[in-house]
């Protein structure tokens, strides 16, 4: 169960992160428009926008998975082990939105996912 | 296209990984890892402290959802997916990702002084490798596929 949890937290959340990147690359948000008067205007204008609102379905599934995994789980292993989408997406990131990946931040990923391993043994 | 100089410095320090992280996104990142461990931390509080076996019935977990701890927790992941949004917005996935997970070291303190979670040697070594890799990645540029926001 802990897991299939984790396998399900993962692959939803590459789905959603890889979305939302390139959606909110697409459109980004301004700094004015995170202030008070404009915020509803902005959130409104983000429910609009279909890859984001796939990408909220995705995140609740992690949402509800994660709420298992806590429910069966340590939190300081659940937390870490999801953290597993680091290496996974910083490939993605590479391969499907173009980003200019340097070598110091594979070497910053890799570490991370070092990191993680470590922390889920 | 115009502003040529300034394009291409751009390009050129985005390409080499040495451009600064502007404050906006300094402070954005820090928003978006507080209210995530709070919001984590929030949760992992409430769901230790119900009673009842949730088995995997979905209406189990939204009735938890109205729990004091979880409401708190669930508003303040609300909060955190939208400023996260935003963050993506401004910063690169493969830059995000890596220098928000100091959320993870933060989380497994919380779990070791506030539930008395056993942290092993290992736990600790893996924090250490996330610090180290989140160094790396906070010296590369933020965003190496910089976009004007449309307005």
Known sequence: MKWLMVGIIVGSTVLADLLQSFEMKRHTVAVEDLRPGRVAGMLAGLARRVPLVVAVFFMAISFFAFMKLLSVADLSFAVPVTAASVALETVLARLILKENVTALRWAGALCVACGVALLAM | ?151
Do not use: C
């Open chain 2, 1 to 151: 296209m115009s502003g040529g100089p300034a394009v291409a410095e751009e390009a050129h320090l985005a390409s080499s990984g040495t451009r600064r992280v502007d404050l906006k996104t300094k402070l954005l990142t820090a928003f978006v890892v507080v209210t995530n461990v709070l919001g984590n931390f929030s949760m992992s509080w409430g769901m230790k402290h119900q009673a009842a076996d949730l088995g995997l019935s979905p209406l189990a977990y939204i009735r938890l959802i109205f729990t004091p701890w979880v409401l708190l927790g669930t508003a303040l992941l609300i909060i955190w997916l939208l400023s996260r949004m935003t963050l993506l917005g401004w910063a690169d996935l493969s830059y995000v990702l890596p220098v928000t997970s100091i959320g993870y070291v933060a989380s497994a303190v919380l779990g070791r002084v506030f539930f008395g979670e056993i942290v092993t040697w290992q736990r600790w070594l893996g924090t250490a490798f996330i610090v180290v890799g989140i160094v790396f990645v906070g010296l590369t540029a933020a965003n190496t596929t910089k976009k004007e926001p449309v307005r």
